[in-house]
Structures are given as structure tokens and as C-alpha cells.
């Protein structure tokens, strides 16, 4: 589960989202700027360690309903990670503290002095499945990126025009994506209607265990008229051509179920640093309260 932390964080990098992948990343801009994005996103995979900070806020008809903070360390070599992240809202306040390798994640409240242990190390026979896959995936990868890029090129359209590709004075290369509501594709607006593929039970064991109650971090739900109305992001890609800030907007309309109308901006912002060199924290649970979560408990 941890071993895809890094790669994951870099995806929120490129993406941040369904909606950013498939609008900023998708359609990147003029032939330069669109290159040299794909560039980054490819080189940005190579990385062996880093450190994000990942913030992001959701407002509902102007008024911030959820505000998240938090930093990563994630180690793709070693497989290991650790971070700490804040959920806010008007109605709670959450933060917590992790830790985690192949064979295990801690994570802790921060307003509890237990620690909680969830053991995840596979069974002999679900290693060598994996094993294979992962082998079959690194054979069959570059014939995949090659056919998912020929599909990118040919969705990117006209939209190559609305990318600006600015060369800083550092090395560094900046992309700004701005896209109004005529601009953003139907295939957007088609993904944020469609409703419940993702929906999280409301029972889910997993609330529980954190603490958490998901009414209190939930906008109201959209269920009519929904259109993505603005996308704007800013990336930033180092001099070595690594993926490290992305700063992006996008405000999205449409009606809850009383056919009320609401207006909902979310934002994103990662940052990247330390690539490959940051190192990840660890954790002595010697002489301190520990609570066994198991798998059937996580279910």
C-alpha cells in the first residue's frame, strides 16, 4: 500500500484530481508547453524519495466549508513513508500522525496518546502473485504509455492554444492552464454527473477507527446542472526537468437534491521537495499504548 505513496503524490502533482487530470493534464497546451509537460510527468517517476505538502480547501457558495494540511515524506526505494495531515471544518477539527512500511502503517491522533498498528504484510503465496503483476506491468508499461499518449494527442485539440509556457529566470518552466466553461470539455462535465461509482459507505469501518465523522466533512451533494465552470492551474517544473508545484482552481455549479443552487470552488496546492533526499521519519512503539488493527478490522 505504501509503495505507491511517492508515485501517487506525484500524480496529485500532475493531476490533483479526476477533473484536473483530465482538463489540465489532458489538455495541456501549445505543441511546446504539451511537450514539454509530458516530458516532466515522465521524468517526475523517476524519483527515489521526496517530500510533499499537500494543501487544499472547498468552498460552498462562498463559504469554506473543509480545509486540509499536511506533509508526506515518502520513500519509494525503501517503501517506506511518514506525514502528518489536518482536516478542518466548521463543524471539526482532526489531525494525525503516520508512519509506514511493507510490513506495516501507524498512524495516531493527535488528541490521543494511542497508537494505532495495522499489519500488512502479505501472505507468502499473495507475494508471488504480486511479484508476477509487477513484473508484467514493467514489460508491458512502455507499450501502454506509448498507446495512452497517441489517445492524449488526439483528445488535446485546439486547446494546445490556451497553454502559456514561461521560462524563468532560475532554469525552471512555468505552465499555466486557464479554461472558462465554454472552453472545458464535455467529457468533464459528463464525469461530474455521474453519481455513486465512487460513493463511500457512510458505515465504513474505517470512520470509525479514525475517529471521524464523515457528515462532518462532506459539501453538499450535487445531484442536477452539474458543469465545471473554471480550471486554472500553474505548474512548475525544476530545472531537471521534475514535476515540483502545482497550483490549481477549478469552481464547479449545479443543484443539490432541494434544487438549490450552489457554487463549490476547490483548490489544490502541492509542493515538492527535498527529491531524493529527504528522509522519512520513523517510530519506536517501545513503552507506548498500542491498538492491533486488523484486516478484517479495516474492512
Known sequence: MNKNLLKAGIGLIVGGSL?????????????????????????????????????????????ELIKVKSTFKADEKQHSYSGVISLKSDKSNKAYTLFGNEEQMIFKDDASQVYNKVECNMEAKGKRFHKRINSYEQKQNPQVEKIGEKILDTLVGDLKKKVEL??????????????????????????????????????????????????????????????????????VIDKNNIIKELDAEFDITGNDAENKAHNQDLKVKIDVSDINSTKVDSIKLDGKNVKTITREDME
Open 19 to 63: 477533473l484536473i487530470t483530465s482538463t489540465v493534464l489532458s489538455m495541456a497546451g501549445g505543441p511546446s508547453g504539451y511537450e514539454a509537460l509530458k516530458s516532466a510527468v515522465k521524468n517526475s517517476k523517476t524519483i527515489e524519495n521526496a517530500t510533499l505538502n499537500v494543501s487544499g480547501s472547498v468552498a460552498d457558495n462562498d463559504k
Open 166 to 235: 514561461k521560462n524563468l529566470d532560475n532554469g525552471e518552466k512555468k505552465i499555466s492552464i486557464a479554461l472558462d466553461k465554454n472552453e472545458i470539455p464535455s467529457l468533464v462535465n459528463l464525469m461530474l454527473s455521474v453519481k455513486g461509482q465512487n460513493e463511500c459507505d457512510k458505515a465504513d469501518k474505517m470512520h470509525e477507527i479514525l475517529g471521524i465523522n464523515i457528515e462532518d466533512y462532506k459539501a453538499p451533494e450535487l445531484v442536477s446542472d452539474i458543469k465545471a465552470e473554471k480550471v486554472d492551474a500553474q505548474i
